[in-house]
Protein backbone atom coordinates (compact mmCIF):
# COMPACT_ATOMS: atom_id res chain seq x y z
CA UNK A 1 0.00 0.00 0.00
CA UNK A 2 1.54 3.55 -0.63
CA UNK A 3 1.75 5.56 2.08
CA UNK A 4 -0.99 8.02 3.05
CA UNK A 5 -3.82 5.70 1.04
CA UNK A 6 -6.67 4.08 2.87
CA UNK A 7 -9.18 1.58 2.04
CA UNK A 8 -11.97 4.48 2.04
CA UNK A 9 -10.04 6.60 -0.23
CA UNK A 10 -6.97 5.60 -2.78
CA UNK A 11 -4.35 7.73 -3.50
CA UNK A 12 -5.33 10.30 -7.03
CA UNK A 13 -2.66 9.54 -9.84
CA UNK A 14 -2.06 11.09 -12.80
CA UNK A 15 -0.46 9.24 -15.61
CA UNK A 16 1.71 10.59 -17.92
CA UNK A 17 4.10 9.34 -20.71
CA UNK A 18 6.84 10.85 -22.72
CA UNK A 19 6.79 10.53 -26.03
CA UNK A 20 10.44 10.93 -27.01
CA UNK A 21 10.10 12.18 -30.44
CA UNK A 22 14.02 12.29 -31.26
CA UNK A 23 13.88 7.98 -29.97
CA UNK A 24 13.01 6.21 -32.95
CA UNK A 25 13.06 2.69 -30.84
CA UNK A 26 10.36 4.31 -28.85
CA UNK A 27 6.94 2.38 -28.39
CA UNK A 28 3.26 3.80 -29.49
CA UNK A 29 2.87 6.41 -27.70
CA UNK A 30 -0.83 5.56 -26.95
CA UNK A 31 -0.63 1.27 -26.21
CA UNK A 32 2.19 2.66 -24.42
CA UNK A 33 -0.11 4.51 -21.97
CA UNK A 34 -3.06 2.82 -21.56
CA UNK A 35 -0.59 -0.14 -20.17
CA UNK A 36 0.77 2.09 -17.51
CA UNK A 37 -2.21 3.30 -16.87
CA UNK A 38 -3.33 -0.66 -16.06
CA UNK A 39 0.07 -0.82 -14.08
CA UNK A 40 -1.44 1.88 -12.24
CA UNK A 41 -4.64 -0.06 -11.60
CA UNK A 42 -3.04 -3.02 -10.80
CA UNK A 43 -2.50 -0.98 -7.41
CA UNK A 44 -5.83 -1.05 -5.37
CA UNK A 45 -4.39 1.86 -3.47
CA UNK A 46 -4.11 4.09 -6.90
CA UNK A 47 -6.86 6.03 -8.42
CA UNK A 48 -6.17 7.06 -11.59
CA UNK A 49 -7.98 10.52 -12.77
CA UNK A 50 -6.21 11.16 -15.74
CA UNK A 51 -3.71 10.24 -18.42
CA UNK A 52 -1.87 11.49 -21.03
CA UNK A 53 0.84 11.61 -23.68
CA UNK A 54 3.50 14.57 -23.24
CA UNK A 55 5.40 14.74 -26.90
CA UNK A 56 8.69 15.72 -26.15
CA UNK A 57 11.61 16.87 -28.60
CA UNK A 58 14.38 15.71 -25.07
CA UNK A 59 14.46 15.33 -22.16
CA UNK A 60 15.35 18.69 -19.73
CA UNK A 61 17.87 17.83 -17.47
CA UNK A 62 16.43 19.27 -14.31
CA UNK A 63 12.52 18.75 -15.18
CA UNK A 64 12.45 16.11 -17.92
CA UNK A 65 9.71 18.47 -19.60
CA UNK A 66 10.00 21.73 -20.38
CA UNK A 67 9.32 24.85 -18.35
CA UNK A 68 6.13 25.34 -20.17
CA UNK A 69 4.40 21.90 -20.20
CA UNK A 70 5.42 21.71 -15.97
CA UNK A 71 3.19 25.19 -15.49
CA UNK A 72 0.86 23.53 -17.61
CA UNK A 73 0.67 20.09 -16.07
CA UNK A 74 1.10 21.98 -12.64
CA UNK A 75 -2.49 24.01 -12.90
CA UNK A 76 -4.18 20.27 -13.81
CA UNK A 77 -2.85 18.34 -11.25
CA UNK A 78 -4.44 21.33 -8.14
CA UNK A 79 -7.29 21.28 -10.43
CA UNK A 80 -7.94 17.60 -10.38
CA UNK A 81 -6.46 17.08 -7.16
CA UNK A 82 -3.92 14.95 -7.94
CA UNK A 83 -1.50 13.55 -5.26
CA UNK A 84 0.99 11.30 -7.21
CA UNK A 85 2.02 11.52 -10.50
CA UNK A 86 3.21 8.62 -12.45
CA UNK A 87 5.81 8.83 -15.19
CA UNK A 88 6.17 6.36 -17.64
CA UNK A 89 9.72 5.86 -18.30
CA UNK A 90 12.97 6.92 -16.48
CA UNK A 91 13.18 10.04 -14.06
CA UNK A 92 16.54 11.10 -12.67
CA UNK A 93 16.51 11.81 -8.85
CA UNK A 94 17.11 15.38 -9.49
CA UNK A 95 14.53 15.49 -11.96
CA UNK A 96 12.11 13.87 -9.26
CA UNK A 97 13.10 16.62 -6.55
CA UNK A 98 12.45 19.04 -8.95
CA UNK A 99 9.08 17.73 -10.09
CA UNK A 100 7.84 17.22 -6.53
CA UNK A 101 8.77 20.62 -5.09
CA UNK A 102 7.63 22.42 -8.37
CA UNK A 103 4.15 20.22 -8.11
CA UNK A 104 3.49 19.29 -4.58
CA UNK A 105 3.38 15.88 -5.05
CA UNK A 106 4.78 13.01 -5.00
CA UNK A 107 6.37 11.41 -7.91
CA UNK A 108 6.95 7.94 -9.07
CA UNK A 109 8.74 6.50 -12.36
CA UNK A 110 7.90 3.57 -13.79
CA UNK A 111 10.37 1.19 -12.35
CA UNK A 112 9.45 2.58 -8.54
CA UNK A 113 5.96 1.80 -9.82
CA UNK A 114 6.65 -1.52 -10.87
CA UNK A 115 8.20 -2.15 -7.72
CA UNK A 116 5.46 -1.06 -5.64
CA UNK A 117 3.20 -3.62 -7.64
CA UNK A 118 5.78 -6.59 -7.18
CA UNK A 119 5.83 -5.51 -3.41
CA UNK A 120 2.34 -5.74 -3.46
CA UNK A 121 2.48 -8.74 -5.25
CA UNK A 122 4.76 -10.84 -3.62
CA UNK A 123 3.43 -13.97 -1.45
CA UNK A 124 6.49 -16.03 -0.97
CA UNK A 125 9.51 -15.69 1.61
CA UNK A 126 12.11 -15.40 -1.63
CA UNK A 127 9.58 -12.94 -3.77
CA UNK A 128 9.53 -10.78 -0.72
CA UNK A 129 13.49 -10.64 0.10
CA UNK A 130 13.97 -10.58 -3.93
CA UNK A 131 11.22 -7.09 -4.11
CA UNK A 132 13.35 -5.56 -1.01
CA UNK A 133 16.76 -6.23 -2.97
CA UNK A 134 15.76 -5.06 -6.01
CA UNK A 135 14.08 -1.57 -4.26
CA UNK A 136 17.02 -1.28 -2.12
CA UNK A 137 19.28 -1.37 -5.09
CA UNK A 138 16.98 1.59 -7.20
CA UNK A 139 16.92 3.40 -3.66
CA UNK A 140 20.26 3.71 -2.82
CA UNK A 141 21.08 5.48 -6.92
CA UNK A 142 17.94 7.69 -5.53
CA UNK A 143 19.70 9.34 -2.31
CA UNK A 144 18.01 13.02 -2.41
CA UNK A 145 14.90 11.10 -1.13
CA UNK A 146 13.90 10.22 2.66
CA UNK A 147 14.61 6.73 3.79
CA UNK A 148 12.03 6.25 6.60
CA UNK A 149 10.72 2.80 4.38
CA UNK A 150 13.76 1.28 6.02
CA UNK A 151 12.24 0.41 9.37
CA UNK A 152 9.06 -0.80 8.19
CA UNK A 153 8.11 -4.26 8.58
CA UNK A 154 5.76 -4.60 5.43
CA UNK A 155 3.31 -2.66 2.80
CA UNK A 156 4.32 -0.54 0.26
CA UNK A 157 8.53 0.58 0.03
CA UNK A 158 7.35 4.28 0.36
CA UNK A 159 9.10 5.59 -2.40
CA UNK A 160 6.23 8.69 -1.65
CA UNK A 161 7.08 8.73 1.74
CA UNK A 162 7.77 11.97 3.59
CA UNK A 163 9.91 14.21 1.87
CA UNK A 164 13.39 16.25 2.73
CA UNK A 165 16.82 15.57 2.96
CA UNK A 166 19.01 12.62 4.74
CA UNK A 167 22.93 12.40 5.33
CA UNK A 168 23.74 10.51 2.09
CA UNK A 169 26.90 8.65 3.54
CA UNK A 170 24.44 7.07 6.94
CA UNK A 171 21.95 6.34 4.34
CA UNK A 172 24.52 4.12 1.76
CA UNK A 173 25.34 2.70 5.13
CA UNK A 174 22.02 1.70 5.91
CA UNK A 175 21.36 0.76 2.90
CA UNK A 176 23.94 -1.78 2.52
CA UNK A 177 24.16 -3.48 5.50
CA UNK A 178 20.22 -3.87 4.73
CA UNK A 179 21.57 -5.57 1.34
CA UNK A 180 23.59 -7.54 2.82
CA UNK A 181 21.88 -9.24 5.65
CA UNK A 182 18.90 -9.66 2.79
CA UNK A 183 21.42 -11.40 0.74
CA UNK A 184 22.28 -13.90 3.50
CA UNK A 185 18.68 -14.26 3.78
CA UNK A 186 17.99 -15.24 0.13
CA UNK A 187 21.16 -16.99 -0.16
CA UNK A 188 19.61 -19.63 2.89
CA UNK A 189 15.90 -19.68 0.47
CA UNK A 190 17.80 -20.81 -2.13
CA UNK A 191 19.24 -23.22 -0.65
CA UNK A 192 15.77 -24.86 0.24
CA UNK A 193 14.84 -23.99 -3.13
CA UNK A 194 17.53 -26.02 -4.55
CA UNK A 195 16.76 -28.97 -2.40
CA UNK A 196 13.29 -29.25 -3.62
CA UNK A 197 14.29 -28.91 -7.34
CA UNK A 198 16.76 -31.72 -7.08
CA UNK A 199 14.36 -33.78 -4.89
CA UNK A 200 11.97 -33.43 -8.11
CA UNK A 201 14.78 -33.70 -10.37
CA UNK A 202 14.40 -37.51 -8.98
CA UNK A 203 10.87 -37.51 -9.98
CA UNK A 204 10.65 -38.25 -13.70
CA UNK A 205 8.02 -35.75 -14.28
CA UNK A 206 8.47 -33.19 -17.24
CA UNK A 207 8.19 -29.79 -16.29
CA UNK A 208 5.79 -27.72 -18.22
CA UNK A 209 6.50 -23.82 -17.91
CA UNK A 210 3.44 -21.18 -18.78
CA UNK A 211 5.18 -17.82 -19.90
CA UNK A 212 4.33 -14.88 -21.72
CA UNK A 213 3.29 -10.93 -21.12
CA UNK A 214 1.99 -9.76 -18.31
CA UNK A 215 -2.01 -9.84 -18.16
CA UNK A 216 -1.75 -12.29 -21.16
CA UNK A 217 -3.83 -15.04 -19.14
CA UNK A 218 -1.54 -17.57 -17.60
CA UNK A 219 -2.94 -17.77 -13.97
CA UNK A 220 -6.42 -18.12 -15.28
CA UNK A 221 -5.08 -21.14 -17.47
CA UNK A 222 -3.21 -22.61 -14.61
CA UNK A 223 -6.24 -22.59 -12.65
CA UNK A 224 -8.24 -24.31 -15.70
CA UNK A 225 -5.80 -27.09 -15.77
CA UNK A 226 -5.44 -27.43 -12.08
CA UNK A 227 -8.44 -27.07 -10.79
CA UNK A 228 -5.93 -24.57 -8.03
CA UNK A 229 -7.20 -21.35 -7.16
CA UNK A 230 -3.72 -18.89 -7.83
CA UNK A 231 -4.77 -14.72 -7.92
CA UNK A 232 -5.87 -14.86 -11.29
CA UNK A 233 -7.15 -10.68 -11.57
CA UNK A 234 -7.46 -8.81 -14.93
CA UNK A 235 -4.80 -6.62 -13.86
CA UNK A 236 -1.13 -6.64 -14.50
CA UNK A 237 1.62 -8.55 -12.43
CA UNK A 238 -1.20 -10.39 -11.05
CA UNK A 239 1.35 -13.55 -10.32
CA UNK A 240 5.12 -13.14 -8.68
CA UNK A 241 5.93 -15.76 -7.32
CA UNK A 242 5.84 -19.39 -9.47
CA UNK A 243 3.55 -21.39 -8.56
CA UNK A 244 3.90 -25.18 -9.03
CA UNK A 245 1.22 -28.13 -9.58
CA UNK A 246 1.71 -31.58 -10.42
CA UNK A 247 -1.68 -32.66 -12.63
CA UNK A 248 -2.12 -35.83 -14.61
CA UNK A 249 -2.61 -35.38 -18.52
CA UNK A 250 -3.97 -37.97 -20.59
CA UNK A 251 -2.30 -40.54 -18.46
CA UNK A 252 0.97 -38.49 -18.14
CA UNK A 253 2.10 -36.87 -14.95
CA UNK A 254 3.40 -33.78 -15.42
CA UNK A 255 4.48 -29.80 -13.33
CA UNK A 256 3.11 -27.32 -14.23
CA UNK A 257 4.47 -23.71 -13.46
CA UNK A 258 3.08 -20.60 -13.60
CA UNK A 259 5.71 -17.44 -14.00
CA UNK A 260 5.39 -14.08 -13.43
CA UNK A 261 4.23 -11.95 -16.65
CA UNK A 262 7.06 -10.23 -19.05
CA UNK A 263 6.84 -6.65 -19.82
CA UNK A 264 8.42 -4.02 -22.23
CA UNK A 265 10.73 -2.08 -20.76
CA UNK A 266 11.44 -3.44 -17.50
CA UNK A 267 14.00 -2.36 -16.22
CA UNK A 268 17.57 -4.43 -16.10
CA UNK A 269 17.58 -4.67 -12.34
CA UNK A 270 14.13 -6.16 -12.16
CA UNK A 271 14.81 -8.57 -14.08
CA UNK A 272 17.87 -9.82 -12.57
CA UNK A 273 15.78 -9.48 -9.01
CA UNK A 274 13.29 -12.10 -10.53
CA UNK A 275 15.60 -14.11 -12.33
CA UNK A 276 15.24 -16.68 -9.89
CA UNK A 277 11.32 -16.71 -10.07
CA UNK A 278 11.87 -17.87 -13.80
CA UNK A 279 14.72 -20.13 -13.06
CA UNK A 280 11.86 -22.69 -13.26
CA UNK A 281 11.46 -21.88 -17.18
CA UNK A 282 14.75 -23.00 -17.29
CA UNK A 283 14.62 -26.29 -16.17
CA UNK A 284 11.16 -26.96 -18.28
CA UNK A 285 11.09 -29.50 -20.91
CA UNK A 286 7.95 -28.11 -22.36
CA UNK A 287 7.53 -23.98 -22.69
CA UNK A 288 4.00 -23.05 -23.23
CA UNK A 289 3.56 -19.52 -24.37
CA UNK A 290 0.46 -17.45 -23.40
CA UNK A 291 -0.28 -14.99 -25.65
CA UNK A 292 -3.46 -12.59 -25.50
CA UNK A 293 -4.60 -12.84 -29.10
CA UNK A 294 -7.52 -9.98 -28.45
CA UNK A 295 -4.64 -7.42 -27.72
CA UNK A 296 -4.38 -4.55 -30.26
CA UNK A 297 -0.18 -5.01 -29.42
CA UNK A 298 -0.21 -8.88 -29.21
CA UNK A 299 2.44 -9.11 -31.62
CA UNK A 300 4.90 -6.61 -30.25
CA UNK A 301 4.30 -8.44 -26.99
CA UNK A 302 5.05 -11.87 -28.30
CA UNK A 303 8.72 -10.77 -29.38
CA UNK A 304 8.87 -8.80 -26.12
CA UNK A 305 8.42 -12.17 -24.22
CA UNK A 306 10.57 -14.44 -26.94
CA UNK A 307 13.63 -11.50 -26.60
CA UNK A 308 13.45 -12.07 -22.62
CA UNK A 309 13.38 -15.82 -22.86
CA UNK A 310 16.43 -15.88 -25.29
CA UNK A 311 18.50 -13.10 -22.64
CA UNK A 312 17.87 -15.67 -19.79
CA UNK A 313 19.33 -18.69 -21.69
CA UNK A 314 16.60 -21.16 -22.37
CA UNK A 315 17.40 -24.41 -24.58
CA UNK A 316 16.37 -23.47 -28.59
CA UNK A 317 16.17 -27.47 -28.24
CA UNK A 318 13.38 -27.01 -25.62
CA UNK A 319 9.70 -26.57 -27.44
CA UNK A 320 7.29 -23.81 -27.24
CA UNK A 321 4.09 -23.95 -27.77
CA UNK A 322 2.34 -20.81 -28.60
CA UNK A 323 -1.15 -20.67 -27.24
CA UNK A 324 -3.58 -18.15 -28.46
CA UNK A 325 -5.59 -17.23 -25.68
CA UNK A 326 -8.75 -14.69 -24.93
CA UNK A 327 -9.97 -16.04 -28.27
CA UNK A 328 -13.87 -15.54 -27.10
CA UNK A 329 -12.94 -11.82 -26.95
CA UNK A 330 -12.57 -11.36 -30.81
CA UNK A 331 -15.50 -10.17 -32.84
CA UNK A 332 -16.96 -13.23 -34.70
CA UNK A 333 -14.86 -12.92 -37.97
CA UNK A 334 -11.74 -12.57 -36.63
CA UNK A 335 -12.35 -15.46 -34.05
CA UNK A 336 -13.12 -17.59 -37.31
CA UNK A 337 -9.80 -16.22 -38.97
CA UNK A 338 -7.54 -16.68 -35.95
CA UNK A 339 -9.09 -20.60 -35.50
CA UNK A 340 -7.79 -21.15 -38.96
CA UNK A 341 -4.39 -19.52 -38.60
CA UNK A 342 -3.94 -21.56 -35.86
CA UNK A 343 -4.67 -24.62 -37.08
CA UNK A 344 -2.43 -24.44 -40.07
CA UNK A 345 0.61 -22.61 -38.14
CA UNK A 346 0.92 -24.87 -35.45
CA UNK A 347 -0.38 -22.46 -32.30
CA UNK A 348 -3.48 -23.41 -30.07
CA UNK A 349 -6.35 -21.11 -29.71
CA UNK A 350 -8.00 -21.39 -26.37
CA UNK A 351 -10.32 -19.39 -24.04
CA UNK A 352 -8.79 -20.25 -20.53
CA UNK A 353 -12.24 -18.31 -19.14
CA UNK A 354 -14.45 -20.23 -21.12
CA UNK A 355 -12.67 -23.61 -20.90
CA UNK A 356 -12.65 -23.11 -25.72
CA UNK A 357 -10.33 -24.79 -27.31
CA UNK A 358 -8.81 -26.73 -23.71
CA UNK A 359 -9.11 -30.05 -25.17
CA UNK A 360 -6.88 -29.92 -28.44
CA UNK A 361 -4.42 -27.98 -25.77
CA UNK A 362 -3.58 -30.91 -23.50
CA UNK A 363 -3.72 -33.33 -26.11
CA UNK A 364 -1.08 -30.75 -27.95
CA UNK A 365 1.15 -30.74 -24.52
CA UNK A 366 0.67 -34.58 -23.98
CA UNK A 367 1.80 -35.27 -27.57
CA UNK A 368 5.00 -32.98 -27.52
CA UNK A 369 6.16 -34.42 -24.11
CA UNK A 370 5.48 -37.77 -24.99
CA UNK A 371 8.56 -40.22 -25.16
CA UNK A 372 9.45 -42.52 -27.71
CA UNK A 373 7.14 -45.83 -27.23
CA UNK A 374 8.41 -49.38 -27.49
CA UNK A 375 6.37 -52.19 -29.31
CA UNK A 376 6.76 -55.44 -27.56
CA UNK A 377 5.31 -58.57 -26.48
CA UNK A 378 5.37 -60.53 -22.78
CA UNK A 379 4.71 -63.63 -21.65
CA UNK A 380 3.29 -63.04 -17.79
CA UNK A 381 2.46 -66.48 -15.84
CA UNK A 382 -1.01 -66.53 -14.07
CA UNK A 383 0.47 -66.04 -10.77
CA UNK A 384 1.95 -62.68 -11.52
CA UNK A 385 -1.56 -61.20 -10.83
CA UNK A 386 0.15 -57.86 -9.74
CA UNK A 387 2.39 -57.16 -12.26
CA UNK A 388 -0.26 -57.65 -14.84
CA UNK A 389 -2.76 -54.86 -12.78
CA UNK A 390 0.59 -52.58 -12.67
CA UNK A 391 0.27 -52.63 -16.83
CA UNK A 392 -3.44 -52.03 -16.86
CA UNK A 393 -2.90 -49.33 -14.19
CA UNK A 394 -0.10 -47.72 -16.90
CA UNK A 395 -2.52 -48.00 -19.66
CA UNK A 396 0.10 -49.52 -21.76
CA UNK A 397 -1.12 -53.11 -22.91
CA UNK A 398 -2.92 -52.89 -26.39
CA UNK A 399 -4.22 -56.13 -26.39
CA UNK A 400 -4.00 -59.01 -25.02
CA UNK A 401 -4.18 -63.02 -24.94
CA UNK A 402 -4.69 -66.09 -23.05
CA UNK A 403 -2.78 -68.89 -23.44
CA UNK A 404 -1.66 -71.87 -21.93
CA UNK A 405 1.53 -70.60 -20.31
CA UNK A 406 -0.14 -67.43 -19.36
CA UNK A 407 -1.21 -63.95 -20.57
CA UNK A 408 0.72 -62.99 -23.66
CA UNK A 409 1.01 -58.99 -23.59
CA UNK A 410 1.06 -56.66 -26.39
CA UNK A 411 2.63 -53.60 -25.01
CA UNK A 412 3.31 -49.92 -25.81
CA UNK A 413 5.64 -48.52 -23.29
CA UNK A 414 8.15 -46.26 -22.77
CA UNK A 415 12.13 -47.38 -21.74
CA UNK A 416 11.42 -45.67 -18.04
CA UNK A 417 8.27 -47.69 -17.71
CA UNK A 418 9.76 -50.60 -18.74
CA UNK A 419 12.51 -50.11 -16.16
CA UNK A 420 10.11 -49.76 -13.26
CA UNK A 421 8.55 -52.87 -14.20
CA UNK A 422 11.64 -54.66 -14.02
CA UNK A 423 11.87 -53.31 -10.86
CA UNK A 424 8.44 -54.64 -9.22
Known amino acids: MLEGSTEERPTRALVLHPDLKGDPDRRAALPALEEASALAAALAAIEVVGAEVVPLPKPHPGLLFGTGKVAELKERIHDAEVEL???DGPVSPVQQRNLEKEWKVKLLDRTGLILEIFSD???????????????????????????????????????????????????????????????????????????????????????????????????????????????????????????????????????????????????????????????????????????????????????????????????????????????????????????????????????AWTGQGMEALVETIAATLAPARLEEELLLPFSEGRKRAWLHEEEVIEREEETEDGYLLHLRWTERQKERFAAL
Open 121 to 351: RARTREGVLQVEMAALTYQRTRLVRAWTHLERQRGGLGFVGGPGETQIEADRRAIDEQLTRLKRQLEKVQKTRALHRAARAKVPYPIVALVGYTNAGKSTLFNRLTGAEVMAKDMLFATLDPTMRRLRLEGQEVILSDTVGFISDLPTELVAAFRATLEEVLEADLILHVRDISHAETEEQAEEVETILASLGVDPEVPVVEVWNKIDLLPEMAREAAERRAGQEGPVAIS
Open 85 to 87: VLV
